[in-house]
């Protein structure tokens, strides 16, 4: 499957146009914050005011992909979301305390459910085909990408808007630290969008070449397992992996450790943070290698990158239960 278009809205400056981002943002304490974009060039500015963060969020790495495809019409939108809209979700639920569950309004309850964006992104476009998201925590992404694998395979599309994307507020962040989730890691969020496609387009320099994934494996040797399928499927072998995207954050490292033995290697949430979707920043940060032939060195964790970048593993686990392999090759 061809990767025609890529967009991301992240806490790096990816949406600026330049090759990975004009200058990396180091976290400062324990959460990322998105940089925005100016979102009127793709929104009017009466409805920017009507959405939340992570709708506008879709809406900008949506219109980014599709305007890198030079595509406005896609067969389908999939979208893959843990959390879903966040703050919406937060508004309804504080109201509802305040007033007693006693003259709710029901807006910020619509607006809250997890097809919102999708739905918004279909709105905007005026595209009345096929509109699915997925909501499978740390999966959510993984099984966007899945499904829009098999449709594009059974031939009943040709171009598909596929993206994740997950956003933390005050409220969420808040108790998921009373948790202890941020002890050794950063939170975070971020949105990615891709046009995959089954015929090759102008801006295509990488294709995905497979999805795996594994939940609560048993021990290292599973997702290794799990691994060595995914290559074989693909007509490839460990040998063949010239560099590995890691989402190696400081949490379970041994997992990524027994991963990335003898291979250099890129650490995404070092820009990007922990979120259940952070491997659709993974694979727009992936798909960039692979299109410039170079990695941002803010990123490297091990070894010397290749003269020569063919083929990229993306590895990523979220909270130690949700395992993912992405693999992409040059076009």
């Known amino acids: 499957m061809f990767i025609n278009g890529t967009g991301s809205v992240s806490p790096q400056e990816t949406a600026a ?15 990322r914050k998105v940089v925005d974009p100016d979102y009127k060039q793709w929104i009017d500015i009466k409805q920017i005011r009507r ?20 595509l406005w019409q896609p067969d389908g939108i999939i979208t893959g979301t843990a959390y879903g809209c966040l703050d919406d979700t937060g508004v309804f639920i504080k109201k509802m305390v305040e007033q007693e569950e006693q003259m709710l309004t029901p807006t910020a309850f619509i607006q809250s459910t997890h097809n919102t964006v999708g739905g918004q992104v279909a709105l ?6 096929y509109n ?5 925590r740390g999966h959510s992404f993984e099984s966007a990408l899945l499904d829009a694998t098999m449709i594009l395979r059974e031939g009943t599309a040709k171009q598909l808007l596929v993206g994740g994307l997950d956003e ?18 950063v939170d975070g969020e971020g949105a990615a969008f891709f046009v995959l496609g089954t015929v090759q387009g102008p801006a295509a320099s990488a294709c995905l070449a497979g999805v795996q994934t594994v939940y609560k494996p048993a021990d290292t ?5 799990a691994r060595d399928q995914l290559l074989a499927t693909a007509g490839l072998g460990w040998a063949d992996i010239d560099l590995l995207v890691l989402g190696q954050d400081g949490t379970a490292d041994a997992w990524y450790t027994a991963m990335g033995t003898g291979k250099p290697a890129l650490g995404f949430k070092q820009a990007c943070g ?17 299109s410039l032939q170079q990695a941002p060195p803010e990123l490297v964790l091990q070894g010397k990158l290749p003269s020569k970048i063919n083929n990229i593993l993306i590895y990523n686990h979220h909270m130690g239960s949700h395992h993912s392999l992405i693999l992409l090759t040059v076009c």
Do not use: D
Not at 17 to 31: D, K, Q, T, V
Not at 274 to 290: G, I, K, Q
């Open 17 to 31: 146009g330049a090759a990975f981002w004009p200058s990396f943002i180091p976290a400062e304490g324990n959460r």
């Open 51 to 70: 959405m939340s963060r992570v709708i506008k969020m879709g809406v900008g790495a949506a219109q980014l992909s599709l305007q890198e495809a030079g």
């Open 124 to 129: 905007l476009l005026g595209c009345h085909a």
């Open 132 to 136: 699915n998201t997925f909501v499978h």
């Open 168 to 185: 933390i507020t005050h409220f969420s962040h808040a108790i998921l630290e009373r948790f202890g989730l941020f002890r050794h890691h």
């Open 221 to 225: 040797a599973a997702v290794l397992r």
């Open 274 to 290: 922990e979120y259940p979707t952070a491997s659709a920043f993974a694979m727009w940060l992936a798909n960039r290698v692979l």
